[in-house]
């Protein structure tokens, strides 16, 4: 039988846990979210800039990302994403490519006549070719150098994938990529939401609050414990949430910090590499190329792609200049994730002046670095098998992590994907409790 649920804690602000809160408030059940910094917003945050709010973090909406537009629906923004056609280029050894037709492939020179028919010949049947295949157990690298042949590989997809995931690239599933074209399905269409990314947070937050949730940001949780059918959530200054449910959506290494020892030994086995990421923002007084995304390769770079984010916001929200980020995923142990945010500033300001000769430095009216620690799971061969399971056995402990969205690629949509499904999970066994139950913890706290 359903039982009454007295609160659920969901810790982690950025969009799982505030989908998750916002799913179980609709659903009538009383919900604290706690967020350790002092933004909601997790990879999705933001900064202020001359007034407005701008993404720490390139991100965009594809049209294929259906439980996000559900959601976006719900708290009346779906109208607000802003749809644009976009483009493609390529830098290779520092020359510049359009990436976007045949013909463009037909002129790509960094690969053979064979090799570029056969690139567009592949890449067309990709999708279809892997069907049927155990794709989940199959290297990427020996999926894609079987079908693309040596030269591909080498010159153009182990170096443009291989910026995700670093050296691991190859091992990674072939399951993943499949799944990643399937949600780009070719299309060159993007969406932006106009209020940017801050405008869905806020919302999120409101829609959560006025249902009488409560969120909590500078509120980091240092300790997690179970017992029986309880929660305790200590906070950093000490202070202790009880809760009947709590949804964790902090990454699985993170959250090994805070559980107590008895809860971490009921934690899934499985230990993934994490790739953080380092990333610079440029605003800058003329565009780029106009593409909206450029991958880097064998450039002289230290970052491995270029998103030229205004060829899909606009220039309005960065009060008329143009944004590009730059970045390099990389272990959060490496030097470069290590190096003083100035430093990585002035070399990569040189390098991306370097690489595109038509910007001046007087072109370059800002420069910011983000880093963020725990981005990309590299997901190891068999996943979908060893995949950690949302609940933890013997607790009332849900798991909504990025690790738990494979073979989903991790994106927004992914996120709020997992929210509504373990939402729905605690909604089976939890029930809203009558006005009658309130009135009794009430009275019973009260003594
Ligand atoms: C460079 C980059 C580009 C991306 N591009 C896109 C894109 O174009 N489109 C897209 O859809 N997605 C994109 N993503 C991916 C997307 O941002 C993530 O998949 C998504 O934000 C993950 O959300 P989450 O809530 O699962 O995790 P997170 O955003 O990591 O949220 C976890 C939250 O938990 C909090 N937390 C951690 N420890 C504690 C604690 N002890 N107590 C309380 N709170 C805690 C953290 O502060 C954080 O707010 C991109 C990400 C990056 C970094």
Known sequence: ??????????????????????????????????ESSDQLGGLGTFFPSRGRWVERFYHCVMPTDDALLGLLDEVGLRESIGWQRTTMGMVVEGRHHSFNSALDLLRFRPLSLVDRVRFGVVSLLLRRLGKG????????EDWLRGLYGDAVWTTLLAPMFGAKFGSAFGDVPALYLWQRLGRESNDSVRGYP?????????????????????????????R????????????????????????STVPLPALREIADSSLAARLPEVRLRYQGVVNALFFLRKPLSGHYWAPVLRSGTDFDGVIEMSALSGTEPYDGRHLVYVMRYTDRESALYREDPDAIASRWTSQLLDLY??????????????????????????????RPAVEVPGTRLLLATTAHVYPNVTSWNSSVELANAVTDRLLRTARRPTPQEIDAWSAESAR
């Open 357 to 386: 000769p038509g910007v001046e430095p007087a072109d370059v009216d800002e420069v910011r670095v983000f880093k963020a620690p725990f981005v990309e799971p590299v997901y190891p061969l068999g996943y979908l098998t060893d």
């Open 1 to 34: 039988m359903a039982v009454p649920v007295r609160n659920v804690v969901v810790i982690g602000g950025g969009v799982c846990g505030l989908a998750t809160a916002h799913r179980l408030v609709r659903a009538g059940l009383p919900v604290t979210l706690l």
């Open 194 to 222: 106009v209020g940017g990314y801050k405008s869905v947070i806020d919302a999120l937050r409101a829609s959560i609050e006025d249902r009488g949730g409560v969120v909590r940001t500078s509120a980091p949780v240092a």
């Open 133 to 140: 295949e155990d794709l989940d157990r199959l290297r990427t």
């Open 224 to 247: 997690l414990e179970t017992a029986g059918d309880r929660v305790f959530v200590t906070l950093a200054d000490g202070s202790v949430v009880e809760a009947d449910h709590a949804v």
